[in-house]
Antibody
């Protein structure tokens, strides 16, 4: 069965960076895009960026330009999201999701807490 | 960015009710619209894709309609497990923006 399993919760200080992982199973990894979406406490969902897992090309929301890097390791069937220069407003649950338009499978989410 | 506006933002209903949630895009998005259900502490769950297509495994009491800028999610005969927050999302252009959510609560 299709699964996306994300890495565990992180606590970071302001100014630090965080790297999250999203490991896929149950399907051909390079056939489906992976998106990253986050949700601050009590808020709606915010699209961050996506990676074409076939060729590695990425696109990012302008809200994260310069701070966000999405990569993938195809043999490991894993996508990664690195967010730098963290601030308190980056405290949120971060999700990965599969497929360019359908978002049919999601990871369980990773809580990132940014606090001094 | 394409702004997505849902209404209402909160909704009270009873088991057995018919419920309608609307989503409006600020500009044309064709049928490039998804609907998700989210329960507390859980990831969003896809209900409808491409505005009208019921995702595999989703009960048939859920349906979607609309195209262009105006869309609707309808739940016929509401069940207790349907009390949750619902989000629309456009996938017409990057960034794939979401609505602000509609919280469906028990009356």
């Amino acid at each position: 069965q299709v699964q996306l399993v994300q890495s565990g919760a992180e606590v970071k200080k302001p100014g630090a960076s965080v790297t999250l992982s999203c490991k896929a199973s149950g399907y051909t990894f390079s056939n489906y895009a992976v998106h990253w979406v986050r949700q601050a406490p009590g808020q709606s969902l915010e699209w961050m960026g996506w990676i074409n897992t076939g060729n590695g090309k990425t696109m990012y929301s302008q809200d994260f330009q310069g701070r966000l890097t999405i990569t993938r390791d195809t043999p490991a069937r894993t996508a990664y999201m690195e967010l730098s220069s963290l601030r308190s407003e980056d405290t949120a649950v971060y999700y990965c999701a599969r497929d360019y338009t359908i978002y049919d499978y999601w990871g369980q989410g990773t809580l990132v807490t940014v606090s001094s | 960015d394409i702004q997505m506006t849902q209404s209402p933002t909160s909704l009270y209903a009873s088991v057995g009710d018919r419920v309608t949630i609307t989503c409006r895009a600020r500009q044309y998005i064709g049928t490039n619209l998804n609907w998700f259900q989210q329960k507390p502490g859980k990831a969003p769950n896809l209900l409808i894709h491409a505005a009208v297509n019921l995702q595999v495994g989703v009960p048939s009491r859920f349906s979607g309609s609309g195209s262009g800028t105006d869309f609707t999610l309808t739940i016929t005969s509401l069940q207790s497990e349907d009390f949750a927050t619902y989000f629309c999302q456009q996938t017409y252009s990057i960034p794939h923006t979401f609505g602000q959510g509609t919280k469906l609560e028990s009356k």
